[in-house]
């Protein structure tokens, strides 16, 4: 933020953090703790776009003025408060207008009520080490709500010009419940996960167990050509074992002219079921003898001719 580049007055967060007791500290003392400061500031500035914002030296502590979401300033605020090792630093927190004045950046100067009233607020003497004005608390509800629910009031200050401020303060239950709320989410979340996936796993195992296939371990003799409802499957053997879908199935076995074997069976899914079955050749045709002919009776003419021949010889 420079002085060409910001309008004046412009609205802006104010983090002031002021070394109580600082005017009574010996020379020594002021060194150290303007040291530890800086230091404090630097950490917290990590949380504070550096383009939105600009650290101006007090002669009792330092103070940042930058635009944008106040939310920048809460967080440098709690940065700050868990980084400072003094225990005399406070921490106010403001939203109101500020004037820049300066031809450069080096001698840009910025002034105002903004930081007026954050200064006072670092200086309230109280149990609580960050305090934010009502202002800042409007402006951070604007951009954040959720950020600005976690500020609960904490009392009423006067400033030096006898002005009345409402005080909030961090109240860390209700980040804490969000916090609860989201990881119980988080957890149910990945509690459904693991659910629909155990429930998709049971189904799918469920699945495959109903259309598990069923086994035809075949001994046919000796051979046959195996069909599953009129679909050829192979020869068995060397056809021994043969997937089947469970159900109800018509098995056929044939062998040539020989009667074909024709079952019906009704599989489960990976049962295992033996079929057996051996074809019989029918058994030769037996021969049969010629049933011996009666002699046939001679002719008178075939009878001479017989008597004849005997004598023949002679």
Known sequence: MNAESAPLPVPASVLFLRMRGWAESLPSEQSR?????AATVRTALAAWSEDRRVVLEAADG??????GDPAQALQAARLAALSTTDGDVGIGLHHGPVRAS??????????GDGIATAAALAGFHGPQTVLMSQSFREALAARSPRQAETLRPAGEMVDE???????FVF??????RRAVRRALAGVLGMMLLLAAGLAARQMRERYEEAHRPAILVLDIKPTGEVFVDGDAKGTAPPLVRLSVPP???????RNGKLPPLITEVQL??????????????????????????????????EKLEHAISKYKFW
């Open 161 to 167: 010009r006898l002005r009345s401020h409402t005080l």
């Open 268 to 301: 489960q899914p990976g049962e295992q079921m033996e079929l057996k079955h051996v074809f019989v050749p029918p058994p030769p045709p037996v021969a049969r003898k010629p049933k011996p002919q009666p002699p046939r009776k001679l002719t008178p003419a």
């Open 62 to 67: 330092l103070a940042v003025v930058g635009e």
């Open 33 to 37: 703790r303007r040291t530890e400061l």
């Open 171 to 176: 109240d860390p239950v209700p980040a804490r």
């Open 247 to 253: 159900g109800t199935h018509i098995i056929e076995v």
């Open 102 to 111: 300066g031809d450069t950046v080096t001698q840009v100067r910025v002034q």
